[in-house]
């Protein structure tokens, strides 16, 4: 059976990548360039200065994603490239890189959706095993996803406000950490001790998550003891705050697997890399013999790695975009 090469183009947000991807699971080769520096001044992502950044490094990025896999176009079968959701600008720069490299080299475009990219970089570790859940967890999302088969998704709960991530983000801001806050978080969190009471965000019987609550519960928190006079304790806060979310996001998923009657557990997305999270589920995974599956830290934030597992699959299942494709900056997974 012929190898099929996807090469694949990943810029939703601050992150501009391209990788090769042979047959969905082999990665020839991958290149990241980040913005975190320059966006680190601004305390965020600042949209107009990644899709500029974009147009400057797309042309380099490829170019040394090629030469590194030692390969031409002419070894490519298909370019996959993120086409949404994200900053529009910035999808925009590399769909249009990926449009033009699908008409020059007369090659299927494949489009992908980001939050299937996430899904499919545990590919990249091992095959997937069906039915699975797929925890979903990011600075933009979070999802608990049924999956019979390959890229067959079944949305069965998720935020209703602020993503995981982004509540993250916002804690560390409140309590005077730099940015992206969430790993600085999680770190500081193993320093420290669950001595603050913050609730259980929507501690209900949905596969829902609310993330809006604890994060005020944390702002509330923080301005009355600056009131009293008080001194915060960093540690201890976000020890506090990651054992309510992490509590919550492990609940909801656990029931979800039996609920569902599946022992396959695969988590994606940025907040993969939180070692809270990463130790409580595989914890419990052991105690209930689930098969876990997490991706290795280099593939849980945004790369073109997961965009070329995820486009061989929709590659296979003859999944085609036109030259007509356009970016979107919200997209539902299906």
Known sequence: ????????????????????????????????????????????????????????????????????????????????????????????????????????????????HHIAGHIYANNLEKPLSFPLIALVVSGGHTDLIYMEEDYSFKRIGGTLDDAVGEAYDKVARVVGLSYPGGPIVDKKAHEGKNTYHLPLPLNDDSYDFSFSGIKSAVINLVHNEKQRGNVINVENLCASFQHSVVEILTKKTMRALKEFGVNNLIVAGGVAANKGLREKLTSLCSEENINLIIPSMKHCTDNAAMIGAAGYYAYKLGRRANLDLNAKANDALQ
């Open 1 to 112: 059976m012929k190898d099929v090469y996807i090469l694949a183009i990943e810029s939703s947000c601050d992150e501009t990548s391209v990788s090769i991807i042979r047959n969905g699971c082999d990665e020839i080769a991958t290149v990241v360039l980040s913005q975190m520096d320059m966006h680190a001044n601004f305390g965020g992502v600042v949209p107009e200065v990644a899709s500029r950044m974009h147009i400057e490094n797309i042309t380099m990025v490829l170019e040394e994603c090629l030469n590194k896999a030692d390969l031409d176009m002419t070894d490519i079968d298909a370019i996959a490239v993120t086409y949404g959701p994200g900053l529009i600008g910035s999808l925009l720069i590399g769909v249009q890189a990926a449009k033009t490299l699908a008409y020059l080299y007369n090659k299927p475009l494949v489009p992908v």
